[in-house]
């Protein structure tokens, strides 16, 4: 069976969204969503970062991190699967309830249901690359064998 998430409010699988809100210390740093992390990555050693981190929803993150006027790290493309990886795993890690969740998936095929990411997610026509329930599954793993 696949399990197919996307966004944040669907239950019981909407808390593998990045937009869940799911708080985690990571850098020694608090971000208040796994999003915020990732965007704010894009920007380590500027000012930006700070501006990412501090901003109020997961969307505006998300918007700031897309946005190609700022200046993004020069090697993001080679990171920011490590850098997913680790927001996703720290915010598992940090909260039991839906490590819970991830950890009674058992083996199932976790699919980020994403009609317009076909990085992150499975695309509109299912071509994508699911890059997102790819790192849930190995986070998934990493939580079974006691990290």
Same mark, same amino acid.
């Given at each position: 069976? #696949?399990?197919?998430?996307? !966004? ?9 969204? /990045?937009?869940?809100a799911h708080g985690f210390m990571l850098d020694?740093?608090?971000?208040? #969503? &796994? =999003?915020?992390?990732? $965007?704010? $990555?894009?920007? +380590?050693? #500027?000012?930006?970062? =700070?501006? +990412?981190? $501090? ?8 918007? *700031?991190?897309? /946005?190609? &006027? ?6 993001? =493309? ?5 850098? *997913?990886? @680790?927001? !996703? ?15 009674? #998936?058992?083996?199932?095929?976790? !699919?980020? @249901? ?12 299912? &071509?994508?690359? @699911?890059?997102?329930? $790819?790192?849930? *599954?190995? +986070? ?8």
């Amino acid at each position: 069976m #696949t399990i197919y998430f996307y !966004v944040e409010r669907e239950k019981p699988y909407g808390c593998f969204s /990045n937009f869940s809100a799911h708080g985690f210390m990571l850098d020694e740093l608090y971000w208040a #969503t &796994s =999003e915020h992390y990732f $965007q704010a $990555q894009k920007f +380590v050693g #500027t000012p930006y970062l =700070e501006k +990412v981190r $501090q901003t109020k929803t997961p969307k505006d993150a998300a918007n *700031m991190g897309r /946005n190609r &006027s700022l200046p993004l790290r020069s090697d993001w =493309e080679q990171v920011k699967d490590d850098v *997913m990886r @680790n927001a !996703v795993l720290q915010k598992f890690r940090t909260h039991a309830d839906i490590r819970e969740i991830l950890l009674i #998936t058992g083996e199932e095929v976790l !699919v980020e @249901n994403s009609p317009i990411d076909y990085y992150w997610g499975c695309g509109k026509d299912g &071509s994508g690359k @699911n890059k997102l329930g $790819q790192i849930l *599954m190995e +986070v998934r793993e990493v939580l079974r064998n006691g990290d």
